[in-house]
């Protein structure tokens, strides 16, 4: 069983700055892939980023070049950096994992609680 707490939302100013913040614990030793969905109120659930094991990285295009994922594999945590938010960037952001088995992720992922980003003058 693996547990993620998300950390780091809040309310911020367009052209603004968060960092967002996902720890996991218990059964750790073999964490795949890892990301970050978003979802705002009446919209569908959005994939924002995600991060293989080995570095990998993909963004959806509207927060390419300006939101920035990384991971620490020794601490078990993952960052979701996030520069020049727009209104259109405000939701509850959502960690997930998944377990790996060599090179590739296996079975269902694990999601933190949600931490909600506000992005308003």
């Known amino acids: 069983q693996v547990q993620l707490v998300e950390s780091g939302g809040g309310l911020v100013q367009p052209g603004g700055s968060l960092r967002l913040s996902c720890a996991a614990s218990g059964s750790t030793f073999s964490i795949g892939t890892m990301g970050w969905y978003r979802r705002a109120p009446g919209n569908e659930r959005e994939l924002v980023a995600r991060i293989t094991y080995g570095g990998s990285t993909n963004y959806a295009d509207a927060v390419k070049g300006r939101f920035t994922i990384s991971r620490d594999n020794a601490k078990n945590t993952q960052f979701l950096q996030m520069n020049s938010l727009k209104p259109e960037d405000t939701a509850v952001y959502f960690c997930?994992?998944?377990?790996?088995?060599?090179?590739?992720?296996?079975?269902?992922?694990?999601w933190g609680q949600g931490t909600q980003v506000t992005v308003s003058s």
């Open positions: 997930y994992c998944h377990r790996m088995f060599g090179d590739n992720d296996v079975g269902y992922a694990y």
